[in-house]
């Protein structure tokens, strides 16, 4: 079996860039939290949160 590999590029709109700048900042700070909680949660109990769990914390 071959594996194959593609590059694309995108060339946006600068509304576009604008957009997807938002979205990869919403997505950062959204990572760095739950990286933060996870750290915390080991750092007190020696025990990792679960998907679910940071799901919860995060809430709606």
């Known amino acids: 079996m071959r594996l194959r590999a593609y590059k694309y ?3 946006p709109t600068p509304a576009q860039a ?3 700048a938002k ?3 919403c ?3 959204v ?3 739950a990286l933060e ?6 750092q007190e109990s ?7 769990e ?6 709606p």
Request: aromatic share 24%; net charge positive; with cysteine.
């Open 37 to 42: 909680q996870k750290s915390r949660a080991y």
């Open 23 to 25: 979205q990869f900042g």
């Open 9 to 11: 590029r995108l060339y």
């Open 31 to 33: 990572y760095n939290w």
């Open 46 to 52: 020696k025990k990792g949160l679960s998907r679910f």
């Open 18 to 20: 604008e957009f997807l």
């Open 27 to 29: 997505c950062r700070y």
């Open 54 to 59: 940071l799901d919860k914390r995060l809430g």
